[in-house]
């Protein structure tokens, strides 16, 4: 157990539909990271927050956002889905802002978009 | 932005050999990174580090090497067990990791 926590564990929505996707990151963790796992795209960088406030942005679509509360815990937003969207979602945290830091991953969100 | 890639997709060995995963990364000014193993239906757990000033670095059964004249990175996993199969990646840390195609052990009884 990696000590990240996320919320649900499936999820099966409709096309057009939103979502939101939950993580706790470890105790003591300020960043949280978002991953997207797909068979053709392989796991992909997402977004990272760091304290509340936003650090870094990778491959994050236009329909997507995230935000992270006072508690560290942070939210996905999925909107306008699209079937490609179907994937694994990961969430990770690490203690500082930066690389040269182990991120730790929680078991993922499997969103089914039909 | 930069890729880190994995040789072989599939490793086949025996219960109690050696086993060696081979990763390459693109780029020369990564320094520091990472092996997860992830097992079906779970997240990438964290294996190892090792950062661009090492050469090597020892865990329990695991040995990471780094060769940055040729930006390739190996996991070595001694003795293999059943349990050890899944899937390894190799991920290079910016602010987000950028992770390899993924290599799957299968470990034969």
């Known amino acids: 157990d990696s000590g990240v926590t996320q919320t649900p564990k499936h999820l099966i929505t409709a096309t057009g539909q939103r979502v939101t996707l939950r993580c706790s990151p470890r105790?003591?963790?300020?960043?949280v990271y978002w991953y997207q796992q797909s068979l053709d795209q392989g796991l992909q960088f997402l977004i990272q927050y760091y304290n509340g406030e936003e650090r870094a942005k990778g491959n994050i679509l236009e329909r997507f956002s995230a935000q992270q509360f006072p508690d560290l815990h942070s939210e996905l937003n999925l909107s306008s889905l699209e079937l490609g969207d179907s994937a694994l979602y990961f969430c990770?945290?690490?203690?500082?802002?930066?690389?040269?830091?182990?991120?730790?991953f929680g078991p993922g969100t499997r969103l089914l978009v039909l | 932005g930069e890729s880190v890639g994995l040789h072989l997709p599939t490793l086949s060995v025996q219960e109690g050999d050696n086993s060696i995963i081979n990763c390459a990364y693109s780029n020369s000014a990564s320094d520091y990174f990472i092996w997860y193993k992830q097992e079906s239906g779970k997240g990438p757990q964290f294996i190892i580090d090792i950062r661009s000033n090492m050469d090597k670095r020892q865990g329990q059964r695991v040995t990471v090497l780094l060769n940055k004249t040729v930006k390739h990175l190996s996991l070595q996993i001694a003795a293999t067990q059943p349990g050890d199969s899944a899937v390894y990646f190799c991920?290079?840390?910016?602010?987000?990791?950028?992770f390899g195609g993924g290599t799957r052990l299968m470990v034969k009884p």
């Open positions: 990770a945290s690490s203690r500082g802002q930066r690389g040269q830091e182990t991120q730790y």
């Open positions: 991920a290079e840390s910016g602010y987000g990791l950028t």
């Open positions: 105790s003591g963790d300020l960043s």
